[in-house]
């Protein structure tokens, strides 16, 4: 394995240090302004004359909503106050009028940068030049105000100026001894190796490596501890750069030649400075054009998985480091050497203090025990070997009981001296650009998963991904101007640095001045740090990571993603990191794809006898639609139709055409609703063509409803096949154009057999709906299929039970409009044409040219119409959607708001030439005057029709839904 570490531990997303982060942020002192913590303000903050709150942190908008919806509206700010003529402290005495929020500053700082709850107004977008000059003027006022202040010692408050010169910092030294052991650690483990030590070009820069790796991490720790929104950022180098830099060596040394090593030695140092450069200005455009959404892509139980693979990663690590392993295998080799009687004790030492300190850490929340327990360990450590009276230092490196110190003598600067720019060979970099790409590719992975983690480990709601990830290409492109490599902010040392006490500024700062001063002093000391102190603070952390990652959300995780965490973490940890990564997104997709297709794509499914169109239709072809209207079978889908859930599509249909189903129920017509589909793959539109094979053998008619011919659905099937120009899947726009082309071919067969009822040369009757010839395989081809019998019986009934034929012959001889009310009432009144002959005289013919409006929404309803020819649209633009509702001949209109005496809520259009019989409010008001009883039963009949009307409107709508 190449490159997981210690610093890698940033994958992780833990929960165990929120109890102590709780407990340490209400112990902590405050701290230099977040972001604006120059020398300046520094200065001006340590000499204040009171002890000023440290200000909040960014208030903007959570991750979360970063994620979902990049920033809100920017609050308005408020208007800047009148200014004052008097003297600053002759304020005016609040009255009634006066504001309840005054303009004084608050520990968020002025109304001018704040709204009233606190949250920051977002400045107008400028011009780089005003916003420049904003920058400059307020750096001159806080130098003036630092000036100011340095120069009147009377102002200074010393209590203030103690706690902030002296309290502080050494409250902050048991922190910063965790994370200057850390930093010497991966200095040790990683800087050292920077360089292809192997070759023996490079044999010799071992602790240049070091030095490299010490400036890069300094520059980082004062890039985060100064702008990053997480105060106890670790910033160090990234530790993946060095199987990327061993290529770089290897293609470098290939071209230029081993004849020739201080060009080898100055293009190759050269190249990984470009390579930091190039990192550095990825991060930022990343940052710039706010790509740091991105990360709500990746699964979570990817970077669990993740997390518990770094975790393994650091327990072999300690296994390397206290063992002396070099490279650790899982062979028997590898296991004899462990099991030897020299090695035995320096890897079992380690790992039970680390146990111990595992456990004692779940029962311990105080943010001193930590980095107790760690200073115990050399103290102990030594007070031991003193005791045996074993003390010597080269005995105890060689039997792996403290480390070995690089040479001595060599300046921590030597590696500037390497910088040859005449003797760099710029062809040999050029061939290093693959290489620096995916090595800048492979250091993005970092930042989207360390940011979010981070933030869940210390409830952090603030965090700015694309803020981070500017800073980190601020960070990488100083460290290469620098000569020195890429850097980030590593996850594992900031949670064991803020769980130690470390959750200030200024805490990072004396970090980097340490840090600074063991790089300078030499790294002669560290060639008497005990190994086993390092190897207990790698087991711990390895513990930690792999416990949160494996055993913490074992009941949280669903288990397909429980088993994708397992892989991840044995891939990761056996095999490699990048493996892993793949195992883990591999797996993600696969599960996606399972748990998916187990959620079916069929929304809801209907029967026409349920849910009918909202064509009004007379009361015969009503009923008759209510008894064959089980023919007709609704299935509305909707999601993303893929292989994954076509399928299941597939599946239901088949269940209803068989031959069991088909025998208890059997269906003509089949609508597919996709008014809720978002799209589909090549797989669904062949899973609809293998439907409508099926369904035209079974002489099932397929109609596709809900789909556009110009949307992308609609464009997809059209370029599949389905519903082409020789095919016979019908494809309507709306559900309700579906089911009124479905009725109309079932009202056929009633037509038909009206027809053959008809005695022979008797005239139609002018409200039959105007007839065209007859299709074969609807009703006239000689058929003795159930669905066929089922209509022909069901026409007949109706036919039958309301004597429609005799009583069309009968009512012939009558004259409009009492033909008309006689046929329409017939099923919704008990009286005779005596009853009704009176209200013959209360109503008035009205004719109407295609496209008139009868009425509009919110208008009087004045009027009550009996249509007897043509036909009218009823469209219900509502806030809750839009409806049409198609009246035809035979039925009536407006009757609602008619006779309750309310507005119109619809707009009612004459589609065709219209020939109808109105009612209006005088006659009505005449009808009620001199023939109550007319006017009686005109009420009931009107209920009776709006109550249908509502059954069959509510069930659309709930259909629609």
Known sequence: MSFPRLGLSSWRSPSYLSHDIHESSQEQESSPKDVHNDSAALASYLLSAKSVPEPQPYEGPSMLTEMIKRSPPPSQPPSPPEPCDGPADAMPSPTEESPLLSSSETGYGTEDNFDAEGQKVEPPKGRWGAALMQSLVSKKKQAVNVITTVANPKRWDRKAVWKRCCVDPVACLPAVIVGLLLNILDALSYGMILFPLGDPLFAHLGAAGISIFYVSTILSQLTFSTGSIFKGAIGSELIEVVPFFHSMAKTITTIVGRDNPD???????????????????????????????????????????????????????????????????????????????????????????????????????????????????????????????????????????????????????????????????????????????????????????????????????????????????????????????????????????????????????????????????????????????????????????????????????????????????????????????????????????????????????????????????????????????????????????????????????????????????????????????????????????????????????????????????????????????????????????????????????????????????EPTSSLDVPRGTPRLDTFSMPDNSPRTMERTVAAKTVIEEHDTVHRAAKWRHFTAPLRLILQIFDDLSDKNEDFWFGASKYFVRRHYAEGFVLFRPGGPADGFWLLEKGMLRAEYNLPQGFLCESIVAGTTCGELPFFSNSRRTATVIAERECDTWLLTRENWDLMREKDPDIASEFLNVGFKLSSERMESITGHTLAMA
């Open 263 to 761: 060009a080898v030695i100055a293009t190759t140092i050269t190249s990984y400075a470009l390579s930091s450069m190039l990192t550095g200005l990825v991060f930022y455009s990343m940052g710039k054009f706010k790509l740091g959404s991105l990360v709500g892509f990746i699964p979570r139980h990817i970077l669990i998985g993740c997390i518990g693979g770094v975790g393994w990663f650091l327990i072999v690590t300690g296994f390397e480091v206290t063992a002396k392993l070099g490279s650790f295998h899982y062979d028997l080799e590898t296991a004899k050497k462990l099991i030897e009687v020299d090695t035995l004790p320096l890897w079992l030492i380690p790992l039970g203090a680390a146990t111990a300190l595992f456990y004692a850490l779940m029962r311990i929340h105080s943010k001193y025990f930590l980095p107790l327990f760690i200073l115990s360990v050399p103290l102990i450590f030594y007070l031991s070997v003193f005791a045996s009276g074993n003390f010597d230092p080269p005995y105890l490196r060689e039997h792996g009981w403290i480390f070995e110190g690089p040479p001595s003598g060599e300046p921590w600067w030597y590696f500037y001296t390497l910088y040859k720019f005449n003797l760099v060979h710029w062809d040999a970099i050029g061939r290093c650009v693959p290489a620096m790409l995916a090595l800048t590719f492979f250091g993005i992975l970092h930042v989207p998963i360390n940011v979010p983690a981070l933030a869940q480990q210390t409830g952090e709601d603030h965090a700015n991904l694309d803020h981070e990830l500017k800073l980190h290409g601020f960070s990488n492109l100083i460290s290469g101007l620098a000569g020195s490599i890429q850097n980030y902010l590593v996850y594992a040392n900031t949670a064991m640095f803020v769980k130690s006490g470390g959750n200030t500024r200024l805490a990072g700062y004396e970090l980097a001045v340490l840090t600074f001063l063991v790089m300078t002093v030499g790294p002669s000391t560290i060639g008497f740090i005990p190994v086993m102190m390092v190897g207990v603070l790698i087991y711990e952390l390895g513990f930690e990571l792999l416990s949160e990652a494996v055993w913490a959300p074992k009941k949280k995780l669903e288990p397909m993603e429980y088993m994708t965490v397992i892989a991840i973490v044995l891939v990761m940890g056996i095999y490699d990191f990048v493996y892993g990564i793949l195992v883990g997104v591999i797996l993600a997709l696969a599960s996606l794809v399972f748990q998916t297709s187990r959620i079916s794509a069929v929304r809801n499914t209907f029967s026409g006898d349920v849910v009918g169109s909202t064509v009004r239709r007379n009361p015969t072809q009503h009923h008759y639609l209510k008894n064959t209207g089980r023919q007709v079978k609704i299935l509305k889908l909707s999601g993303f139709l893929f292989f994954g859930t076509i399928v299941g599509v597939e599946k239901q249909i088949r269940d209803l055409i068989s031959a069991e189903a088909y025998e208890r129920r059997p269906i003509k017509f089949l609508i597919l609703d996709l008014w809720h589909v978002s799209g589909l793959d090549y797989s669904a539109g062949e899973g609809f063509n293998t439907i409508a094979r099926l369904l035209k053998r079974k002489g099932i008619v397929l109609t596709i409803s809900g789909v556009q011919p110009d949307s992308g659905v609609g464009r997809t099937l059209r370029t599949m096949g389905v519903a082409g120009e020789q095919d016979e899947v019908l494809m309507l726009p709306t559900l309700n154009s579906a089911l009124e082309s479905c009725e109309n071919e079932l009202l056929k067969t009633f037509y038909a057999s009206q027809e053959q009822a008809r005695p022979a040369n």
